[in-house]
């Protein structure tokens, strides 16, 4: 998707999103991740993760990225906290967390965001408290 128009909607039908080819996550089959968008300068990327029934993702963390993760389809844990289909959960940069799929397919939707720590510190203290 990353070649997609930057000039027009593009829309991708439930048809087209099966066809799309996923890869799977740290090699396991278990775990397949579909790429649907990168941003040019790749600072964003958006996803959906596929997990087969009791799938785990085992404990890590993004030092310099934030995760955003919708839940589709069945249910998950995330770093220790259940979410169920519906559920939103939010990781920040540097957090600890172990995905685990309970005894159902899981799809999830993800917009994973790394950001560059250096610009971190650019902007605090510049206004009165």
Same mark, same amino acid.
């Given at each position: 998707?990353?070649?997609?128009?930057?000039?027009?909607?593009?829309?991708?039908?439930?048809?087209?999103?099966?066809?799309?080819?996923?890869?799977?996550?740290?090699?396991?089959?278990?775990?397949?991740?579909?790429?649907?968008?990168?941003?040019?300068?790749?600072?964003?990327?958006? $996803?959906?993760?596929?997990?087969?029934?009791?799938?785990?993702?085992? $404990?890590?963390?993004?030092?310099?990225?934030?995760?955003?993760?919708?839940?589709?389809? $069945?249910?998950?844990?995330?770093?220790?906290?259940?979410?169920?289909?519906?559920?939103?959960?939010?990781?920040?940069?540097?957090?600890?967390?172990?995905?685990?799929?309970?005894?159902?397919?899981?799809?999830?939707?993800?917009?994973?965001?790394?950001?560059?720590?250096?610009?971190?510190?650019?902007?605090?203290?510049?206004?009165?408290?």
């Amino acid at each position: 998707m990353s070649d997609a128009p930057q000039d027009k909607v593009t829309v991708l039908s439930a048809e087209a999103l099966a066809q799309l080819k996923s890869f799977p996550l740290h090699g396991d089959e278990r775990l397949l991740n579909k790429l649907l968008w990168k941003s040019p300068n790749g600072d964003t990327i958006v $996803g959906l993760i596929q997990m087969a029934p009791g799938a785990r993702d085992v $404990g890590h963390n993004h030092p310099s990225a934030t995760q955003h993760t919708w839940v589709i389809d $069945g249910t998950v844990s995330i770093g220790g906290v259940e979410a169920s289909a519906g559920s939103y959960a939010f990781v920040p940069p540097g957090v600890d967390h172990e995905t685990v799929a309970g005894d159902e397919p899981v799809t999830m939707f993800y917009i994973y965001q790394p950001f560059a720590p250096e610009h971190d510190h650019d902007h605090h203290d510049q206004h009165d408290h």
